[in-house]
């Protein structure tokens, strides 16, 4: 069974106060790794997606990484809009396009 | 670009009621269609997919149905809702090999 796990379930950082995300998975065959962010109230928004261990994404302050058991979501110099519950989420090779969802961090950039 | 629209935004309804929740799709044809439950700080359930008219699977056995009468149509209903139907509900589109992409969701609280 395909499991996903985040951590830490919350985080508190004062702005400018680097840090990093991680997610943890078991997959059958990894077809890919999906990051999102969700505002209270919205939809999760997406932000990247990783295909093979060693790929990294980029997107203003935030960088992704993956290996072959996890994934990290770097964050630096965060401010205080960058505060939103980031998702992971994971499709397998074999579950045709379903994915299996992490239960997110929440991240709290204080200014 | 693509669009997805999902109405209404906020429910309460009192237990035992019917529910019927919308989702619809636009500019991209035959996707895959996902209705999601979320509870407060947990992560997010799969609840049915569609890969086409008519073709529903369900994930998690429960007093809900989905319907898919158009190509780019979800419906998510119940004859009867429970308190345990609360929660925030999220639908979703998704082309073969990519991520899935959110509405913005509906608030339901059951009374």
């Known amino acids: 069974e395909d499991q996903v796990t985040q951590s830490p379930e919350a985080l508190r950082l004062q702005e400018g106060e680097s840090s990093s995300l991680n997610c943890s998975y078991t997959v059958s065959g990894l077809r890919g790794l999906f990051w999102y962010r969700q505002d209270p109230g919205k939809g999760p928004e997406f932000l990247f997606t990783l295909y093979s261990a060693g790929e990294e994404k980029e997107k203003e302050r935030l960088k992704a990484t993956l290996t072959k058991k996890e994934s990290f979501l770097h964050i630096t110099a965060p401010k205080p809009e960058d505060s939103a519950t980031y998702l992971c989420a994971v499709q397998a090779g074999n579950a045709g396009n379903m994915l299996t969802f992490g239960g997110g961090t929440r991240l709290m950039v204080k200014p | 670009s693509q669009t997805i629209h999902q109405w209404p935004a906020t429910l309460v309804q009192p237990v035992g009621s019917p529910l019927s929740l919308e989702c619809t799709v636009e500019g991209t044809s035959n996707p895959n269609l996902y209705w999601y439950r979320q509870a407060a700080g947990r992560g997010l359930q799969l609840l049915f997919y569609?890969?086409?008219?008519?073709?529903i699977s369900s994930e998690v056995p429960q007093n809900l149905s989905a319907s898919r009468p158009q190509d780019r149509q979800f419906i998510l209903s119940s004859k009867k809702l429970l308190l345990s139907d609360s929660g925030f509900y999220l639908c979703a589109w998704s082309t073969f090999g990519q991520g899935h992409h959110f509405g913005d969701g509906t608030r339901l609280s059951i009374l």
């Open positions: 569609s890969v086409g008219i008519g073709q």
